[in-house]
């Protein structure tokens, strides 16, 4: 699986957009991407994923540049319950390993 | 609906013990994985099940981690002669589909070997 890279901690203020970067260069043409975070002593969130296309949810958008080599995470208006460690994950879907390769994350804190 | 469910949630174990820690993966689902996460890390693949069988243990870090899932969906990940080195959270998680997007975690077993 393709290595990815993220800032190591993020600040964001409740209400406003958080927006998350993770650089993928080396990913690959059958590989996807996705996010998960994890709160404080709790096991990891499944967010959102994608291939190629941008892609929206009730929880986050996504967003992956044209030549798929990175990627961003938008939460659209943060709360305090949005703290937590994010991941960006990149894998091969199909066949029987789906295991997820995590990295360190982003540790997004968001405040008052 | 249940979602995963791990016992115990903290478990405190002296050094040289064997530890057996528990998964109840969401009903149904066929995958079951097992991870492990060291302080301030990411989690880290152990090893992968598709119902009772065991298709992935490369991440196993030495022969002393053992983990089965003999009527598919119950697992127990077992550690023998317990080292410092093993203090971590193990975290299982399952999913429906052997090529489903999304792996469902649950809280994690917090061992620590004193």
């Known amino acids: 699986d393709a290595k990815t890279t993220q800032p190591p901690s993020m600040d964001c203020a409740e209400g406003r957009a958080a927006n998350l970067p993770c650089n993928h260069s080396?990913?690959?043409?059958?590989?996807?991407v996705y996010w998960y975070r994890q709160i404080h002593s709790q096991g990891p969130q499944y967010i959102i994923h994608?291939?190629?296309n941008n892609e929206t949810n009730e929880m986050a958008s996504l967003i992956i540049t044209e030549d798929r080599k990175s990627s961003t995470l938008i939460l659209p208006h943060a709360t305090l319950r949005d703290t937590a460690v994010y991941y960006c994950?990149?894998?091969?879907?199909?066949?029987?390993?789906?295991?997820?390769?995590f990295g360190t994350g982003t540790r997004l804190q968001v405040t008052l | 609906g249940a979602g995963v469910s791990q016992s115990p949630r903290y478990k405190v174990a002296k050094r040289g013990q064997d530890v057996a820690l528990r998964c109840d993966p969401i009903?149904?689902?066929?995958?079951l994985f097992w991870y492990q996460q060291a302080l301030g890390q990411g989690p880290e693949f152990l090893t992968y099940?598709?119902?009772?069988?065991?298709?992935?243990k490369s991440g196993l870090p030495s022969d002393r981690f053992f983990a089965e899932r003999p009527e598919g969906s119950v697992s127990t990940l077992k550690i023998q002669r317990t080292q410092q080195e093993d203090s971590a959270v193990y975290l299982c998680?399952?999913?429906?589909?052997?090529?489903?997007?999304?792996?469902?975690f649950g809280p994690g077993t917090r061992l620590t070997v004193t």
């Open positions: 099940f598709q119902n009772e069988a065991q298709l992935d």
């Open positions: 994950i990149v894998r091969v879907v199909g066949g029987t390993a789906s295991k997820l390769t």
């Open positions: 994608g291939l190629k």
């Open positions: 998680a399952s999913s429906l589909l052997r090529q489903t997007y999304e792996q469902y």
């Open positions: 009903s149904g689902h066929v995958s």
């Open positions: 080396t990913i690959s043409g059958n590989e996807y």
